[in-house]
């Protein structure tokens, strides 16, 4: 059986004026139905640009690769193929639910509008449909809500919405783009947990992009981890957090506070720079397992063990 | 606060707002240099008629008392007799004030119908020909003099190739709209421009809005997101600049109905000053300002609907 969303080669580039950009370089994952996968890495690894270029929300740049939707090519589809997978089999949640929620339009209409372009609902079965969709994200006083706008919610109630608008025509896949960064703590693990358990009853399939491995080891299956518009290393949570194979996961989970060490270990330097790709692994000027292969030739993607793999030349020297 | 006193609460503005523009008036009349009843009896009036007409006008009394009677009057219509017609000054103003604001109308028609599409356009193509072209033709068009304007479409479409009338207003509702429609024309050219400009950053603003992404996102058609969710926005601003061009609208309208010869309240407004008419000119000036208030209350209930966090 194919899998509901399969990524190989992905490539994003922006030709800004001072060069290209190189945003996602040659990516590759799968999700599976009724997964959940996160998406790790720091500001400008090229999570939040992989999730658009998914549904092509972007502006201006060249992408490249294979997107295959449930076998079909995402990167081929006509504009209305594209705009009935949009929300109807694909359903966004984005970062800053203020920005992303118009502030014109009541939380109703935001709705039902999704209704109307995914649905053959009348309006009486839309707004039913839109009550029980508050319902189903936890917005009390359904009734009263509908008629609000987004500048009447609290965060947290506002980032409900959007996932209840994400929701409405049932996509088999969510992606959520750092839904919880712009909310504080206690709401971020409200919101998470609603967005697992919305999984495990709806039967969706979850993309969780996140800068936050606390968030990854609480809701995901899988992970996978990001730099420099690279996979590092992807597989089954617990074997990578237990046992990373990547010399950039060990140290994303090394500066992780909460895991009974001493000291956090900060990672040193800085996020590289995406006009002038690196030649060998991107990571390599920070890396404390630094090899002279590392500075010469890109690591290649590696099985190790059922569910784990990863793009690192020192992986047999992170075991020890 | 809710919408309904703020509502409430902006519609009680108007009433010292007229009652300052009242005052206004009255004061700027007192300014102007030589006084009414040696306009009205001329040089050789002996100091006996003089104070005759004064008490008859009531310019005998205290400023104050002045000022209350002339507000007074105001508020029910009355501005006496215009000197040079002969004629109620309330009776020639309403004869004229319809013209000028079915001028206006067409220009403002005219200038949202170019605006709009173009403006669109302008914004989806940003710095690519089309964009270059119309803000050129936009931009010979916000510099270029009304008159001038005026004056090219005259001898182009009416004089050369006598599609249009060369001015007047004709009888009834179809001929107005014929006659008016140059005049209409050359109104709105400078209205467009501005309107357009303003969409148009409106809607690049707007364009790149993490809710117009999630709009596309919820896989909503491009019309209905360029309709609902980009120009609903961008309209916001738009609309608080339409409100305040009405004054220079009304200013552009002094001068192509004088191009146009159209009887409306610019011209008069014209024929009145040349005349030293001051009566006609003191009420005309006062029914301008209330009406220019009166549009900017409208742009703030437009801007209400629009936006649901005004007044909140």
Not at chain 2, 6 to 17: D, E, F, M, N, S
């Amino acid at each position: 059986m194919t899998a509901l969303l399969e990524v190989s080669d992905l490539a994003v580039v922006f030709h800004t004026k001072r060069g290209p950009v190189h945003a996602v370089d040659g990516l590759g994952f799968s999700v599976e139905r009724g997964e959940v996968l996160g998406i790790v890495g720091e500001s400008g690894s090229g999570k939040s640009v992989t999730l658009r270029a998914i549904t092509r929300l972007l502006h201006g740049a060249e992408v490249t690769g294979r997107v295959n939707w449930q076998g079909e090519d995402v990167l081929a589809m006509d504009t209305e193929r594209l705009r009935r997978m949009r929300g109807g089999q694909i359903g966004m949640v984005f970062q800053e639910p203020m920005a992303a929620l118009n502030p014109v339009l009541s939380i109703g209409l935001q709705i039902t509008e999704t209704l109307i372009a995914h649905t053959q609902l009348d309006a009486a079965g839309r707004r039913a449909r839109a009550l029980e969709l508050l319902d189903l994200v936890g917005i009390a006083a359904g009734r009263t809500r509908l008629a609000q706008f987004p500048h009447e919610f609290s965060g947290g109630m506002r980032q409900r919405a959007m996932i209840a608008i994400a929701l409405a025509a049932n996509p088999a896949l969510l992606l959520a783009d750092e839904p919880t960064t712009a909310l504080d703590v206690t709401i971020q693990d409200q919101i998470l947990r609603l967005l697992r358990g919305l999984v495990d009853d709806l039967g969706m399939a979850l993309v969780l992009v996140t800068h936050d491995l606390g968030v990854i080891a609480e809701t995901c299956d899988r992970v996978a981890v990001m730099y420099a518009g690279r996979l590092c290393e992807t597989g089954a949570v617990a074997p990578v957090f237990a046992a990373p194979r990547h010399a950039y996961t060990k140290a994303l989970l090394g500066a992780m506070p909460g895991q009974g060490q001493d000291a956090l270990v900060a990672i040193p330097g800085m996020a590289p720079r995406l006009d002038a790709p690196a030649l060998g692994c991107a990571f390599a000027p920070r890396c404390a397992f630094r090899l002279p292969v590392c500075d010469t030739t890109r690591p290649a993607l590696r099985e190790f063990g059922p569910a784990q793999s990863s793009a690192c030349h020192a992986a047999e020297a992170l075991a020890s | 606060m809710n919408r309904g006193s703020w509502l409430l609460g902006r519609l009680a503005q108007i009433v010292p707002t007229f009652l300052m523009i009242g005052i206004a008036v009255f004061v700027l009349a007192r300014l102007l240099p030589g006084d009414q009843v040696s306009a009205m009896l001329g040089e050789r009036a002996t100091d006996e008629t003089i104070a005759r007409l004064q008490a008859e006008l009531g310019l005998d009394r205290s400023i104050f008392e002045q000022l209350l009677n002339f507000l007074v009057a105001a508020a029910q219509g009355e501005f006496g007799t215009s000197m040079s017609l002969r004629l109620p000054v309330m009776q020639v103003i309403a004869e004229r004030l319809p013209v000028t604001l079915a001028l206006m109308s067409i220009a403002m028609v005219l200038a949202l119908a170019i605006a709009l599409p173009l403006a669109f356009v302008a914004a989806l193509n940003a710095n690519r020909w089309p964009d270059m072209l119309i803000r050129t033709v936009f931009q010979i068009g916000l510099s270029s003099p009304v008159f001038y304007i005026g004056l090219l479409l005259l001898t182009v479409f009416a004089a050369g190739l006598r599609w249009f009338p060369v001015g007047g207003y004709g009888d009834d509702w179809g001929e107005h709209l014929y006659h008016l429609f140059l005049p209409g024309l050359t109104l709105s050219f400078s209205f467009a421009a501005v309107v357009m400009r303003n969409l148009r950053a409106g809607i690049l603003a707007v364009l790149t809005a993490e809710y117009v992404d999630f709009a596309r996102a919820k896989g909503l058609a491009a019309g209905v997101v360029l309709g609902r969710h980009v120009l609903r926005n961008a309209l916001i601003a738009t609309v608080t600049l339409v409100g305040l061009h009405v004054g220079a609208l009304l200013g552009g309208a002094v001068i192509t109905e004088t191009v146009f010869a159209v009887p409306g309240v610019g011209r008069l407004m014209i024929d009145s000053i040349l005349a030293r008419d001051y009566p006609v000119i003191q009420a005309l000036t006062l029914v301008l300002a209330v009406l220019v208030s009166l549009a900017f209350l409208l742009t703030d209930l437009v801007q209400m609907w629009l936006d649901p966090r005004v007044g909140r």
